[in-house]
C-alpha cells in the first residue's frame, strides 16, 4: 500500500490501470458456462476521430458492459470500423490529388492499394482514442466491414438474396450525388429547407401568340420538359385539350396531359413535366408513357442532350437559362420562395433525382418481421417514442438502392456475358461456371464484372452476425454463444439506415432478432441548441477535455443530463462538475484512510448512523436497478451522485467522523470501509479509473482482484422506517443551522434543544440524540408537552422545537416575519394537496397509497400550521 496522494491524479492513473486491465485480458471474452452479455459497437468510419457524439455513445456502452462483467456475465463488447465507401474514396482521392495523382489515370487495383494503406495508416486511430475514455472492448476481436471474412458474408448474403428475388437490377428514379458522382438511398438524404426563387415562365401554345404561365424552381432543366400538366378540373385549362405547346429555349412542341396528381393552388396550377429530372414527373412519364430526355451529365454539368449550356455546371445554367429567358421576354415574374432540398449526408451536395440503371433490394417483404417485432416489443425501442417514427418508415418502405458508383467497397458480384446476359455468383470460377451453362465457349475473359460496389450500410447490416461470422461459418461457438446480441446503443438518425437494416437480416439470416435493446441517444448539442460541428466551431475536442478534466470526470460530466432519446445540451461545465466529484470521492477516501483505529471493547455508539447507511445504500441501489432496468442512464448517476455526495460524504461521514486527532473505533472503521468497497463498485461503470486506484488503496489485493472483476453489489431489504425517521433528524439539523446563520449565533455555541414530539415520536429523538446533539452542536436535549414562549420555535414535520436564547439576542419582528413566511408557505402548500384530493379523477384513479401519501401530506401541513400560529402568538 502506497503513500496515498493529497489530489488525484487523473492521467496517470487512467494510464497505469488500463494497461494492467490489457495485460490481464481482463476485457476478452470466449463462450462459458456463463450467462453471455454482448455489444457491438456501432462501427465508427475510418475517416473518422472521436466526437462528442462517440463520447457519449461509448460511454453508455461501456457503462453496461462494465456492470454485465462485474454481476458474473461473460461480458463481450466487440469494437469494430467501417469502411465507408464514399467518405474514404473522398478522402483517398484527395490525398491523391495532392501528390499529383488523378483517380483516372490509376486501375481499380491500384486506387484499392492505395486506399487499403490510407485505411492502415489513420483507418484506428478512433479506436486508440477510444481507449482514452476507458473503452472495455475486447480488442482481440476488433473487426473491419471491408476485411476479407466479412466481405466473404456481404457477397454470399447478395447471391443469396439474389436468387431468392429480393435482389434486382433496374432502371429508376434514383437520388444522384454529383460531387461524390454516385447513386443514393433515400435514406442517405438530408432535407433542408433553403431559399430559393420561384420563376414563371411563359410557354406559348403552339401556332397562336397565346401562352400559359408555369412556375419552376429549375429552369435550367426546362430543355428537359416532355409534357405539360393540368389538373382535369381546372376550369382555367379546359380550352388547352388537344393543344401542343412550345417548351421554351429549345422550341419542341409537346403535349397538354390531364392529371388529378397536379395541385390547382401551387404556382399557376401548371406543370412543366421533365420525367428524367423529378421523381414525382417520372411517375407521370411512367403512366403516359412520356420521352425522357436527360439533360444532366453524372457530375451535374448539362449534357449534350440539353442543347444549350453544355458542360456548364447546373447552378450556373440556371442562371444562364433566366438570363436567356429574360432575353426572350419569357419571364413572367420571379418570387423569393422556401423549400426543402436534398443534400448528400456525405458530400453535401445538392441530390439530383435521376433515372438510372441500378441494383436494389425488394423491401417489402423482407420488413414484414422486423416491423412486426419492433410492435409487439419483442425488440424494445428505448424510449419507445420513436417506435411510431419507425412503423411509419417500415409501413411506406421504397425498395432500397444499394449500388454505388465507387471502387472502395465490396464488388457487385455480377459478371455481364457478351450476349448482354448477367450471372451473380460468389466468385470469378463460380461465374464462369454459370457462363457456361449459357455458352460452354466462353472464357474468363469474356466475361466483365460489375463495376459498380454496395452501398456500405448493406455490410453494417449483417454487423452482429458477420463479426461472429455468421454467415460463412453458421453454427459456430460464437455465433450460437453471443447472438442475439443484448442491447444496442446508436443515434436516432440511423434508426433506418442500420438499425431496422441489422433486424431485417437478423431474421432473414438467424432466424432472429440481433439484439433485445436499443437505446437512442440524443444529439449532443451545445447550450444554444445547436448541433455541436467543425464548421460552427462548437465542439471541444474529447481527448482536449479528457487531459483537462479527466476521463473520468467527462464520463459523468456527459451522463449528468442525457436522457434517452433526448438532446444533450453539452457544457464545460457539466465536466468539471464531474471532475469535482472525482475528488470529492477522493478527499472522502483520504478522510477514512487518515483516522488512526483503536479497538473497542464495546459496541460502537456510531450503530445507528451504521445502520441508516446501510439502509439507505439498500434504498438507492433498489432505484439504481430500477434506472438501469429503464435505460435511464442520467437517473442512475444522478441517484449515485446523491448517494455520494449527500448522503455519505456530508451525512453519513460527519454523523461517525472522530474529533479531531481522536481516534475511531475499529467495528466503525471497518463498516465505513465496507460502505467505500460497495460505493465504488457501484461507481465503477461510470467512473472506472478512481474507482479502480481506491479499491488498491482499501485493502491489499491479489494481482487478479481487481474491480473491473469485482462482483457487483446486490440491493437488499432496507427498512423505510429508519430512513424516514433519519431524514426528520436531517430536516432538523437543517434548520437548526439555519437558524443559527439567520441570528448570528456561532456554530459552536452550545444550547438546549426542546422537543414537544407528537404520538409515538419521543423514541427518535432518543434513539438518534448523539447524532443530532453532534450534527448541531446541541448540548442536551429535552422534552416538553408545552409550548414554550420566548424561545425561537420551529416545526418538523408534526414535532415542535424550541431553542431558549437570551431576550436581547431575538429582534421580535424578524422572527414574526419568520415564522408568517413559513406559515405562508404551508398554508399554500396545503392548499395544493387539497385541490388534487378534492379532484374526483384524481382519487378514483390514483392508487391507493399515492391518494393515501397526499392524505399523510395534508395532515402534516395542517399540524405544522396549527403549531405556526401558536408560535406566532406567543412571540
Keep these: 500500500m502506497s503513500e496515498i496522494s493529497k489530489t488525484y491524479s487523473p492521467q496517470e492513473v487512467e494510464q497505469k490501470w488500463y494497461a494492467?486491465?490489457?495485460?490481464?485480458?481482463?476485457?476478452?471474452?470466449?463462450?462459458?458456462?456463463?450467462?453471455?452479455?454482448?455489444?457491438?459497437?456501432?462501427?465508427?468510419?475510418?475517416t473518422g476521430v472521436l466526437h462528442m457524439g462517440h463520447m457519449l455513445n461509448n460511454t453508455i456502452q461501456d457503462v453496461l458492459v462494465r456492470k454485465a462483467r462485474m454481476e458474473g456475465k461473460e461480458a463481450c463488447w466487440v469494437p469494430g470500423t467501417d469502411h465507408a465507401s464514399i467518405a474514404t474514396e473522398a478522402r483517398v482521392v484527395k490525398m491523391l490529388k495532392e501528390q499529383g495523382i488523378e483517380k483516372s489515370a490509376l486501375t481499380r487495383e491500384k486506387f484499392l492499394e492505395y486506399a487499403f494503406e490510407w485505411k492502415e495508416k489513420y483507418g484506428g486511430i478512433i479506436l486508440e482514442q477510444l481507449k482514452k475514455l476507458g473503452a472495455s472492448c475486447d480488442w482481440n476481436r476488433t473487426r473491419f466491414t471491408m476485411e476479407e471474412a466479412l466481405s466473404e458474408q456481404v457477397i454470399q448474403v447478395f447471391v443469396d438474396l439474389h436468387e431468392k428475388g429480393h435482389i434486382y437490377r433496374g432502371a429508376r428514379m434514383i437520388n444522384w450525388d454529383p460531387q461524390g458522382k454516385t447513386a443514393l438511398s433515400d435514406d442517405e438524404v438530408n432535407y433542408k429547407e433553403t431559399a430559393s426563387k420561384l420563376y414563371y415562365v411563359r410557354y406559348y401554345i403552339a401556332g397562336t401568340d397565346q401562352y400559359i404561365v408555369i412556375a419552376t424552381q429549375r429552369p435550367e432543366t426546362i430543355m428537359g420538359d416532355t409534357a405539360v400538366c393540368v389538373n382535369p378540373n381546372d376550369e382555367r385549362y379546359k380550352s388547352l385539350k388537344g393543344k401542343k405547346i412550345i417548351v421554351p429555349l429549345v422550341n419542341r412542341e409537346v403535349s397538354v396531359i390531364f392529371d388529378e396528381y397536379v395541385d390547382m393552388a401551387f404556382g399557376t396550377g401548371c406543370l412543366k413535366v421533365t420525367p428524367a429530372h423529378d421523381i414525382n414527373d417520372y411517375e407521370l412519364g411512367l403512366k403516359y408513357n412520356l420521352e425522357v430526355i436527360d439533360t444532366l451529365n453524372d457530375d451535374g454539368t448539362l449534357s449534350e442532350a440539353a442543347q444549350l449550356f453544355v458542360g456548364v455546371d447546373r447552378f450556373k445554367a440556371r442562371k444562364l437559362a433566366v438570363e436567356k429567358l429574360q432575353e426572350l421576354n419569357l419571364i413572367e415574374k420571379i418570387e423569393e420562395y422556401k423549400t426543402n432540398i436534398g443534400y448528400s449526408e456525405r458530400t453535401d451536395a445538392v441530390v439530383e433525382p435521376r433515372i438510372s440503371t441500378q441494383w436494389f433490394v425488394k423491401m417489402k417483404e423482407l420488413c414484414k418481421p422486423a416491423?412486426?417485432?419492433?410492435?409487439?416489443?419483442?425488440?424494445?425501442?428505448?424510449?419507445?417514442?420513436?417506435?411510431?417514427?419507425?412503423?411509419?418508415?417500415?409501413?411506406?418502405?421504397?425498395?432500397?438502392?444499394?449500388?454505388?458508383?465507387?471502387?472502395?467497397?465490396?464488388?457487385?458480384?455480377?459478371w455481364y456475358l457478351p450476349d448482354g446476359s448477367?450471372?451473380?455468383?460468389?466468385?470469378?470460377?463460380?461465374?464462369?461456371?454459370?457462363?457456361?451453362?449459357?455458352?460452354?465457349?466462353?472464357?474468363?475473359?469474356?466475361?466483365?464484372?460489375?463495376?459498380?460496389?454496395?452501398?456500405?450500410?448493406?455490410?453494417?447490416?449483417?454487423?452482429?452476425?458477420?463479426?461472429?461470422?455468421?454467415?460463412?461459418?453458421?453454427?459456430?461457438?460464437?455465433?450460437n454463444y453471443y447472438y442475439p446480441t443484448h442491447d444496442l446503443v446508436t443515434a436516432p438518425e440511423i434508426l433506418f439506415f442500420w438499425v431496422a437494416r441489422m433486424i431485417i437480416m437478423g431474421y432473414e439470416y438467424q432466424g432472429t432478432f440481433p439484439f433485445r435493446n436499443v437505446y437512442l441517444t440524443g444529439i449532443v448539442r451545445d447550450t444554444l441548441g445547436r448541433k455541436m460541428s467543425k464548421s460552427l466551431g462548437n465542439s471541444p475536442d474529447p481527448l482536449?477535455?479528457?487531459?483537462?478534466?479527466?476521463?473520468?470526470?467527462?464520463?459523468?460530466?456527459?451522463?449528468?443530463?442525457?436522457?434517452?432519446?433526448?438532446?444533450?445540451?453539452f457544457d464545460e461545465k457539466l465536466c468539471l462538475q464531474g471532475r469535482n466529484f472525482a475528488n470529492k470521492i477522493w478527499n472522502a477516501f483520504r478522510l477514512v484512510k487518515g483516522w488512526q483505529v483503536v479497538d473497542n471493547e464495546e459496541p460502537t455508539h456510531n450503530?445507528?448512523?451504521?445502520?441508516?447507511?446501510?439502509?439507505?445504500?439498500?434504498?438507492?441501489l433498489t432505484d439504481i436497478e430500477d434506472h438501469y432496468s429503464k435505460y435511464r442512464m442520467s437517473d442512475v448517476l444522478k441517484s449515485l451522485y446523491d448517494l455520494v455526495w449527500d448522503k455519505f460524504c456530508s451525512w453519513y461521514l460527519e454523523m461517525i467522523k472522530p474529533d479531531y486527532q481522536a481516534p475511531i473505533d475499529r467495528q466503525t472503521y471497518e463498516a465505513t470501509i465496507q460502505f467505500f468497497e460497495?460505493?465504488?463498485?457501484?461507481?465503477?461503470?461510470?467512473?472506472?479509473?478512481?474507482?479502480?486506484?481506491?479499491?488498491?488503496?482499501?485493502?491489499?489485493?491479489?494481482?487478479?482482484?481487481?474491480?473491473?472483476?469485482?462482483?457487483?453489489?446486490?440491493?437488499?431489504k432496507f427498512n423505510t422506517n429508519t430512513l424516514e425517521q433519519v431524514e426528520q433528524v436531517f430536516e432538523l439539523v437543517t434548520k437548526i443551522r439555519n437558524l443559527r446563520s439567520e441570528k448570528g449565533i456561532s456554530p459552536k455555541e452550545e444550547f438546549i434543544l426542546y422537543v414537544k414530539a407528537a404520538s409515538g415520536n419521543s423514541p427518535m429523538y432518543k434513539k438518534y440524540g448523539m447524532i443530532i446533539k453532534k450534527l448541531a452542536n446541541i448540548s442536551a436535549i429535552s422534552t416538553t408537552k408545552k409550548s414554550m414562549p420566548k424561545t425561537l420555535s420551529f416545526v418538523v414535520k408534526t414535532d415542535e422545537f424550541f431553542i431558549p436564547i437570551p431576550e436581547n439576542a431575538m429582534d421580535k419582528e424578524k422572527e414574526i416575519e419568520r415564522i408568517t413566511k413559513e406559515l405562508d408557505?404551508?398554508?399554500?402548500?396545503?392548499?395544493?394537496?387539497?385541490?388534487?384530493?378534492?379532484?374526483?379523477?384524481?382519487v378514483q384513479n390514483a392508487k391507493a397509497e399515492v391518494v393515501e401519501a397526499e392524505r399523510k401530506k395534508q395532515a402534516d401541513a395542517e399540524a405544522k400550521i396549527k403549531a405556526l400560529e401558536k408560535a406566532l402568538m406567543e412571540v
Design 678 to 716: 460497495r460505493i465504488v463498485k457501484i461507481l465503477h461503470p461510470f467512473m472506472p479509473f478512481i474507482t479502480e486506484e481506491i479499491w488498491h488503496e482499501l485493502a491489499e489485493r491479489t494481482e487478479d482482484d481487481c474491480i473491473v472483476v469485482a462482483k457487483y453489489p446486490k440491493a437488499k
Design 20 to 46: 494492467y486491465w490489457l495485460s490481464k485480458g481482463f476485457f476478452n471474452s470466449k463462450p462459458s458456462k456463463k450467462e453471455p452479455y454482448c455489444i457491438v459497437i456501432p462501427p465508427p468510419n475510418v
Design 825 to 842: 408557505y404551508q398554508k399554500g402548500f396545503r392548499d395544493s394537496v387539497l385541490k388534487k384530493l378534492q379532484n374526483d379523477k384524481f
Design 422 to 479: 448477367m450471372v451473380v455468383a460468389l466468385n470469378e470460377k463460380e461465374a464462369l461456371k454459370k457462363a457456361q451453362a449459357k455458352n460452354p465457349n466462353l472464357q474468363m475473359a469474356d466475361l466483365q464484372q460489375d463495376n459498380d460496389v454496395l452501398d456500405t450500410w448493406f455490410s453494417s447490416a449483417l454487423w452482429p452476425i458477420s463479426v461472429f461470422e455468421g454467415i460463412n461459418k453458421p453454427n459456430n461457438k460464437d455465433i
Design 371 to 414: 416491423l412486426e417485432n419492433v410492435l409487439n416489443d419483442t425488440i424494445q425501442l428505448n424510449p419507445p417514442k420513436f417506435k411510431n417514427m419507425y412503423r411509419s418508415w417500415m409501413e411506406n418502405v421504397r425498395d432500397w438502392c444499394i449500388s454505388r458508383q465507387l471502387w472502395w467497397g465490396q464488388r457487385i458480384p455480377a
Design 607 to 620: 450503530k445507528p448512523a451504521i445502520d441508516w447507511f446501510e439502509n439507505r445504500f439498500n434504498a438507492a
Design 544 to 569: 482536449d477535455l479528457i487531459d483537462k478534466y479527466g476521463a473520468d470526470g467527462v464520463r459523468t460530466g456527459m451522463l449528468f443530463s442525457s436522457p434517452a432519446g433526448n438532446d444533450l445540451l
